[in-house]
């Protein structure tokens, strides 16, 4: 069964916003600043990409583990010059941040 197949059958998620409040969108626009350089966020343009949130039922919880998320980013890579060592950072951190619920991106890690 091809990709595009399967996708059909996968039941639609419901959208919960339109768009997005202008605070939650002010504090993706600086959680995408912040992740700029990261091959994971910058393959979307900010639109498309904070559009995922519309589909969140707690779109502030999820935006405040981004938020946790792109400030130990930065923490962590200040000094880091390599891209791919600040991948590998942004992957454990995001790791730490996924608990495997179908929405993905769920909790604060402790």
């Known amino acids: 069964m091809s990709a595009g197949k399967l996708k059909d059958l996968m039941p639609r998620r419901p959208r919960y916003y339109d768009d997005l409040p202008g605070n939650l ?15 994971y966020i910058n393959k979307q343009p900010f639109d498309k990409w904070q559009e995922r949130f519309c589909y969140s039922p707690e779109p502030e919880r999820e935006i405040a583990i981004w938020e946790w998320l792109a400030k130990e980013y930065e923490e962590q890579t200040a000094e ?14 995001l790791s730490k941040s996924v608990d495997y619920e179908p929405l993905g991106v769920r909790k604060l890690p402790e």
Do not use: G, H, S
């Open 25 to 39: 969108r002010d504090k993706l626009a600086k959680v995408y600043q912040t992740l700029q350089d990261v091959p």
């Open 80 to 93: 880091v010059k390599n891209q791919r060592e600040k991948n590998r950072i942004f992957k454990r951190l």
